[in-house]
């Protein structure tokens, strides 16, 4: 699927700041962050539509969305803890309501 | 409070077998449920979607699924499998209001033998 590019591919860390990147083709309004674990089923962590953070998830704090176009999305993490190793998965749909998502590839972040 | 569990973990299949993957929910109000497929390494694709009208709904690659109000459930079907279907399938739901999460379930890895 090239119409939602994440960067990097593969992220390693140790207790660095880094960001994550997002940017999809297909015109949608609104942008998703999913982080999945290991053997786990993918978790929201935030949701735009519009560029407006309409759900925050409770998630650390270390965690911080920004959104500087409706086809853009970042994800900046601040000293990384070992429990966010996982795959952060980057998501869009024409509108807010979950009806049919479209993933990106992922990063898969490792921490050190 | 929306919930969704997939009974089975791991299914293993011959090639050109059947194959029913289980999905049952819990929610009050109006909702999508929907199937998405994860092959090792990517993202999840869209497999179908259920909000109404005709209870079994046809999807990508031959994969149908049928709702149940009844039994609250939405399981995934596929008459005749592929290596290439070797994957994980996870069941969704979210709210039909807008800025709801889509809620996953556990998944359901399928492996497919020659």
């Known amino acids: 699927n090239t119409k939602i590019t994440q960067s990097p591919r593969y992220l390693i860390l140790g207790r660095a700041n880094k960001s994550l990147e997002c940017e999809q083709h297909l015109g949608h309004n609104a942008m998703y962050w999913y982080k999945q674990s290991a053997e786990k089923p993918p978790e929201l962590m935030f949701l735009?539509?519009?560029?407006?953070?309409?759900r925050n998830e409770t998630v650390p704090s270390r965690f911080i969305p920004e959104c500087p176009d409706s086809s853009k999305l970042l994800l900046h993490i601040s000293a990384v803890d070992p429990e966010d190793s996982a795959v952060y998965f980057c998501?869009?749909?024409?509108?807010?309501?979950?009806?049919?998502?479209?993933f990106g590839h992922g990063t898969k972040l490792s921490v050190l | 409070t929306q919930t969704v569990s997939q009974s089975d973990a791991h299914v293993t299949v011959f090639e050109g077998d059947s194959v029913e993957l289980r999905c049952n929910y819990s929610?009050?109000?109006?909702?999508?449920l929907s199937w998405y497929i994860q092959h090792h390494g990517h993202g999840l694709q869209f497999l179908l979607k259920?909000?109404?009208?005709?209870?079994v709904v046809q999807g990508v690659n031959g994969f149908e699924a049928e709702f149940s109000k009844s039994d609250s459930s939405f399981h995934l079907r596929k008459a005749s499998v592929h290596w290439s279907d070797s994957a994980v399938y996870f069941c969704a739901v979210s709210a039909l209001q807008g800025g709801r999460a889509l809620i996953f379930g556990t998944g359901t890895t399928v492996s497919v033998s020659p």
């Open positions: 998501a869009s749909s024409p509108r807010d309501n979950n009806e049919r998502l479209f």
């Open positions: 929610y009050g109000g109006s909702i999508y």
């Open positions: 259920y909000y109404s009208g005709n209870p």
């Open positions: 735009y539509n519009l560029k407006q953070l309409i």
